[in-house]
């Protein structure tokens, strides 16, 4: 195995040294967000150690790590946006190496589970641009990878540094919580025994205070973001009382076509969801009528103001706009793959995969726009979690709905 991990670890070098020379050395002209990122780490780079005012008043909507690290990388090396560009490569290069050497060692999967992650059309992309998805992304591996190996302060702290790069991060140690808690509980009308059951194994508590990780900066720009940012983005506040029930669906969608549906075809694991209405016909019946009643309520359709104008919600979306298919149609697509996703995780007995799916997707429903970047760390995280039985196979079906070539290596 070790020696898989090296090969794949030099493969993976080459790849980036001819991406990096197919690119023009990153020196190529700034690309969307690198327009107003560049000028963001320019800002930063003139405070090492940011001020609070400054902390207040930088005109982004995420939190500021990014900035911070690229602050940091054009104070030394000078402020162009090719040195910012080989930190997200590094970074990028660093995740996953992560995701190779972390790898369970006698998984049948990872060739399968990398794979996935790297044909995500995105993973490209914010790793050859200045993007800050990769650091909240490789801050939330290595938090994961913690997690599992029972390094819980390491787990605390590489969570929290993800959510002080994405706020949406906060799903992932929220995500462990959730397990965590409701794996030991023991539900009883004596509330000692509940309470005594829930702290049996403390750990839960380092991931609580990950979730917490998000307070400081609400409480310094009274809010989710900047108040001035979000107006200028049309993300208001008075969108904060709001749900967008069609990003969910959507989300749910992008989790079938870059998850569910690769995993299927390599593991040939159809008998699962081919059972599931009868093994869960209460559960199932009730998928069917909340997506019902979202197709026809709250379709989902992309954001559309001043400030952004891109017609689709994704790539998903735009490949089958492009392919003729729009409207109610379009919508009864995104409810079948929600269906085969909500199968996919949803059972009795939540895994920890269930929760990083569930309160990923719940989260996705308040963002300001839909992307398919939005679902990549939560589809990244997936794909690890995959390599591990335990956390693989629907929790009900442990020991049934075995893949037909449960021995082959993936």
Known sequence: MHRKKLYTSFALL?????VFFLKERFTVDPYQDEHHYLPTAVLFSTEPVPSLHLLQ????LNTPIPFILGGWVLRVFGKDIQNLRLLTAFTSFALLMLFVWFSPERTKRFWLCLGGLLIFPNYYLISVYYYTDIFAMVFTLGGVIAYLRKWHWVGFLSLAAAVCCRQYMLAFPA???AYEVFKNVKWSTNPVILVK?????????????????IVPWVVIWHGPAPASVMANQHYDSDKLVNYNFGYLMYASAVVAVYYIIPETLVTRRFSHFLEYPRKHPIMFAGFLA??????????????????FTWPYLGYVDELLMKTGISGLLKQLIFG???????????????TLATWVFLLNILLLGKAQLSWDKYSLPMIMVLWFLAMYDEHWLPAASRTENKPETLNVKY
């Open 14 to 18: 080459a790849i980036f040294v001819i």
């Open 57 to 60: 008043t930088y005109n982004e």
């Open 175 to 177: 995500a462990i919580l």
């Open 197 to 213: 059951s829930v702290f049996s194994d403390p750990g839960w508590v380092w991931y609580a205070l990950a979730v917490l990780a």
């Open 290 to 307: 909340v997506i019902a009643v979202i197709v026809a309520f709250f379709p989902a359709k992309q954001a559309h103001n001043p400030y």
């Open 336 to 350: 079948l793959l929600m269906l085969v996703t909500l199968v996919r995780f949803i059972s009795p007995r939540f």
